[in-house]
């Protein structure tokens, strides 16, 4: 499946329901078939169908129904071969030459799906699912502009299908269209207000690229942090792959965790770059500099890497801070991290930090370990926590340290959020909290 595009069960699920002449002993099987598929049960499904086929080899029907409930379970090989099987023994059998365009398509042959869907086509012009066929393999391999205007047309011919709705909305959303997006998947869910790809439509749809956002933090340090504004961006999404940023950032974060324990508030601006490579690889580089207590600056210079695959990430980055005065004080972290999956819409984050801070040389090591879960609704929360040692020049500053966090993100009608993060944390010298309140404003594209 291409870029953005989530892979879908598509309208020929109809064809399990479609009439075959069959024995009277065998309608009860197929009934129990049908409701193994509702249940979910698809290996439950094909035995049936293995059984029917073993006593009348020659029910096409049968086979193409196993073959469609083999497709689902991505034995791609397997399904098409019952596919090919029936085609060969009834050339126009629109059911099998549907259900192999399908496949082809799902297992990434999409030159030879699309040619089998014109195949049905030339059977029956008007199909509906070959024309869908046709114009999600335009979708899945690329051609986003050529299934669009497919599924428009669908669209104009029938007002009332909530999927080519949907379809719709995932090619402009494969595009980067928010507001053309964000109206179809609108239409599909006045349609059928249940569709769960509808609704994950409308979320990714918060998750694409704006060319203008401003974001602002508000915040709240106890242990002598102080109150007040904390960060503010302005970015800009200059391309699908690139995100150019500046910030100003007066917050207390895990880059120098010794400055949030002395409560000293450090202003600092920031430039950044984000690449997004092809989707496997993301690239963030930010530079610039920080005002330190008794005129020091440091020079920040942030670099992260992330490779991300089938849900799976690993990331490694750092922070080097070289300081102004004569003396070696720079300030050195860096971390190593890794997310999975836990279900559709959970996944946990452990990662590993390691820090050297100033002159004196004071080392710390930190794990945390940050779990997500996001809602149909665009909602996110998460929560985290973990610990780590200090040993510092100081021996009352050395020992054990701990951490929680908590946050929360909630959408502002389609495009804006709402942030709420608080983190605590206890020290050898001292414990303290950072509450902050964010909110993100995007300049949708069309």
Known sequence: ?????????????????????????????????????????????????????????GELDIRVKRGIVRSWQGRHGEAQSDFRMVCESEPTHLGALIGLGYDLAWDGAYREAAATFRRAL???????????????????????????????????SDQEDAETAVAVGQAHL??????????????????????????????????LGAPLETSFWFGNTTGGGGSGLRQVEISSWVHRAIRLSARYDNSLSLDNPALARTGQESEAFLGGILSDWGGSFLTRLEAGRRELAGGVTQTLILPEVTYLRHGFFLKGGGVIAPSSNDNDTTDRTGYVGFGFPLSKRCRLEPTVYLSEYGITKDQEWRTNVYGECRGLGGWTVGVGGGGGRIDAAIDDASGRLWTGLFHLSIPLGDFHRLFVTVRHEDSPLNAYTVSMLGVALRLPRN
Not at 25 to 52: F, H, M, T, V
Not at 176 to 192: C, M, P, Q, V
């Open 1 to 57: 499946m291409c870029g953005r595009l989530q892979p879908i069960f598509l309208s020929v699920a109809v064809l399990i329901a479609m009439p075959g002449v069959v024995s009277a002993n065998d309608e009860q099987l197929l009934l129990e078939a049908e409701r193994a598929i509702q249940l979910g049960d698809l290996p439950q499904a094909e035995r049936i169908y293995d059984q029917i086929l073993a006593r009348s080899p």
């Open 174 to 207: 494969a595009m980067g269209h928010h507001r053309r997006a964000r109206a179809a998947f609108r239409e599909a869910l006045t349609l059928e207000p249940s569709r769960v790809d509808a609704k994950e439509g409308i979320a990714a749809v918060r998750d």
């Open 122 to 156: 030339s059977v029956e012009p008007d199909n509906s699912d070959a024309r869908k066929g046709i114009a999600y393999t335009y979708l899945w391999s690329g051609e986003t502009s050529l299934g669009l205007d497919v599924f428009e047309s669908l669209r104009r």
